[in-house]
């Protein structure tokens, strides 16, 4: 299994039971390491901080990147692909709930992103987002 499609089925796991079934088939493949976080707010730029400051701090706390340079703006490409999938066409008052999810193989990393917007409760749809970097 490719990092990209391991973090595709991660962020669109729809309960915990799903999300813990994935993760069994994943700690089975030696070369990939993963971690799921979620973060929500308004489609200001604090959620677009929040998103990175928590992806960030996720991986690193979960050894899925080093504090290393090269390891980080691996990240971050990924992480700024999946946001933009995420947050195109949005005005500034959205608010988005999403699920996060990290994995890295020996030299990608994937960001994918799954969750909802809505301008209104009544409006509520659902975004996602993917990105891919070379480490």
């Given at each position: 299994?490719?990092?990209?499609?391991?973090a595709?089925?991660?962020?669109?796991?729809?309960?915990?039971?799903?999300?813990?079934?994935?993760?069994?088939?994943?700690?089975?493949?030696?070369?990939?390491?993963?971690?799921?976080?979620?973060?929500?707010g308004?489609?200001?730029?604090?959620?677009?901080?929040k998103?990175?400051?928590?992806?960030m701090?996720?991986?690193?706390?979960?050894?899925?990147?080093?504090?290393n340079?090269?390891?980080?703006?691996?990240?971050?490409?990924?992480?700024?692909?999946a946001?933009?999938?995420?947050?195109?066409?949005s005005?500034?008052?959205?608010?988005?709930?999403?699920?996060?999810?990290?994995?890295?193989?020996?030299?990608?990393?994937?960001?994918?992103?799954?969750?909802?917007?809505?301008f209104?409760?009544m409006?509520?749809?659902?975004?996602?987002?993917?990105?891919?970097?070379?480490?």
């Amino acid at each position: 299994m490719t990092a990209g499609r391991a973090a595709m089925l991660l962020a669109l796991s729809w309960n915990m039971k799903m999300e813990e079934e994935i993760k069994k088939i994943l700690d089975n493949k030696p070369n990939l390491r993963y971690v799921v976080t979620e973060v929500g707010g308004k489609a200001s730029e604090e959620f677009r901080g929040k998103i990175i400051k928590a992806s960030m701090n996720a991986a690193i706390n979960k050894n899925i990147i080093g504090k290393n340079a090269y390891e980080s703006h691996a990240l971050l490409h990924a992480l700024s692909e999946a946001k933009a999938g995420v947050t195109i066409n949005s005005s500034m008052s959205v608010s988005f709930a999403m699920k996060v999810a990290i994995v890295r193989s020996d030299h990608w990393i994937a960001v994918a992103m799954f969750g909802q917007s809505a301008f209104h409760p009544m409006t509520n749809h659902e975004r996602g987002g993917f990105g891919i970097m070379h480490i």
